[in-house]
C-alpha cells in the first residue's frame, strides 16, 4: 500500500523519520483494511493510540525518575520547551539543566539550537504525555496547566499563544476578549495556518455562541475563497 498526495508529510509530521515509529505505524496500518485504510491509519497514529503508547510507556517513560514523568507532563502542554518560560511556568530554576539531561539520554527530547536554550518533544511521545496527565496528576490539571501557560504567556505579550491555551483550558470568556484584539491582524496578515490552528481547537458548541469565533471562521474561509478564487474575494 503506497502513500499519496500529502500522506508521506502528514507521516512525517507524526513520526519525524523515527524508525521505531515508522514500524509501529505500519503494524497499525496492517491491522486495516479497505480503500482508505492508509489515510485511516494515519489520521488514528498518535501517541494515545494503545500500539504507540504501550510502546512508549515500556521504553521511556517507565524508565524515567517520577519527577521526570511529572515535570515533561506538565511541560507536554507548551509546543516549544523554551528553558527561561519552562522555568517561569514550573516556578524552577532549573528546566535547563534538566532538558538537557533528557536530550543527552535520548528520551525524545531535541534542542533547537545550537545553545540548547529552546526543545521540542517528540510529537508522538508529546501526545502520550498528554494524554497521561489526568491519571498521573489529577482530573482537570491538563486544563489547569493550559491555563496557567496562557497567563504567563498573556504577561509576556504573546498574545496569539497564550489565545491558544485559553481555549485549550476552556477558558472561552478569555479567548474571547483576547480574539476582540487579535482576530482582525491575523485575518488582515492573511495567516491561514495560524487561523486553521486557532479554529481547531475550538468546540463546535462555541462557535454558534461566541461572535468573535464566527469572524474568526469567517475570515479563514474567505481567505480559502480569495486564493482559489486568484484573490478576487468572495
Avoid at 518560560?85 to 536530550?103: K, M, Q, S, V, W
Avoid at 521540542?120 to 494524554?131: G, M, S, T, V
Avoid at 470568556?173 to 476582540?180: D, G, K, P, V
Avoid at 469572524?215 to 474561509?221: D, V
Amino acid at each position: 500500500m503506497n502513500l499519496c498526495g500529502e500522506q508521506p508529510e502528514q507521516l512525517w509530521e507524526k513520526t519525524q523519520g523515527w524508525a521505531a515509529g515508522l514500524i509501529l505505524f505500519h503494524q497499525a496500518l496492517n491491522r486495516k483494511e479497505g480503500s482508505g485504510a492508509m489515510a485511516e491509519a494515519i489520521d488514528q497514529f498518535k501517541g494515545s493510540q494503545r500500539l504507540v503508547a504501550d510502546y512508549l510507556a515500556e521504553n521511556a517513560f517507565d524508565l524515567l525518575a517520577r519527577e521526570e514523568q511529572a515535570f515533561l507532563m506538565k511541560l507536554s502542554v507548551l509546543h516549544r520547551l523554551e528553558t527561561g518560560l519552562c522555568n517561569r511556568f514550573l516556578d524552577i530554576g532549573t528546566a535547563g539543566p534538566i532538558l538537557r539531561a533528557l536530550e543527552d539520554r535520548h528520551c525524545f527530547v531535541e534542542a533547537l539550537d545550537s545553545d540548547r536554550l529552546a526543545f521540542i518533544l517528540h510529537p508522538l511521545f508529546r501526545e502520550f504525555l498528554l494524554d497521561r496527565i489526568p491519571e498521573y496528576l489529577g482530573t482537570g490539571q491538563r486544563e489547569r496547566l493550559h491555563a496557567g501557560a496562557a497567563r504567563l504567556y498573556e504577561r509576556e505579550n504573546r498574545g496569539e499563544e497564550a489565545l491558544v491555551h485559553y481555549i485549550r483550558a476552556g477558558r472561552m470568556e478569555e479567548a474571547s476578549r483576547l480574539l476582540n484584539r487579535f482576530a482582525r491582524p491575523i485575518i488582515k496578515q492573511d495567516r491561514p495556518h495560524m487561523l486553521e490552528s486557532l479554529l481547531s481547537v475550538i468546540p463546535a458548541h462555541y462557535m454558534d455562541d461566541e461572535p468573535w469565533f464566527q469572524y474568526l471562521q469567517a475570515g479563514y474561509y474567505g481567505g480559502l475563497q480569495s486564493f482559489s478564487t486568484g484573490g478576487k474575494g468572495l
